[in-house]
């Protein structure tokens, strides 16, 4: 078998497309929460913190000189991106749990126990025909 067959074999089973949907919308779904979390949840934290934006926030190490750009440590985007992070989290856990309850509610539903074979019928018939 060609290494390109093989790579075809690999590339069209389920498995890898639905992993490759499942990176797609779960960057879509990061880039909604960074803009939740950056246009939405942070605006009113700053606001109750006297007005603080927390992309802005840094710490300065050296001072812009010349053409050179000030030594920052950017300490608020890092605090945005924690938020960003808890709320996907927050999220996955949620849709987890939801999925492992609807699993839970389908394993405790009660199944018929199974039919009993055609040769246990059979020999259930004859020991009663023998108990007669």
Do not use: C, W
Request: no cysteine.
């Amino acid at each position: 078998m060609s290494f390109l067959s093989e790579f075809k074999d690999f590339a069209v089973k389920g498995n890898v497309v639905d992993m490759a949907v499942g990176i797609i919308i779960g960057a879509a779904f990061g880039k909604i929460v960074s803009s939740l979390v950056g246009d939405v949840i942070m605006p009113p934290i700053g606001v109750a913190m006297g007005g603080v934006d927390f992309s802005s926030l840094a710490y300065v190490l050296q001072e812009a000189v010349g053409d050179a750009k000030a030594v920052t440590i950017n300490y608020g985007k890092f605090i945005q991106t924690i938020i960003d992070f808890i709320v996907i989290a927050m999220a996955v856990f949620v849709g987890i749990k939801a999925m492992n309850s609807m699993k839970k509610a389908e394993e405790e539903a009660p199944s018929e126990p199974p039919k009993p074979s055609n040769e246990e019928v059979l020999l259930s018939e004859i020991r009663d025909l023998l108990k007669k």
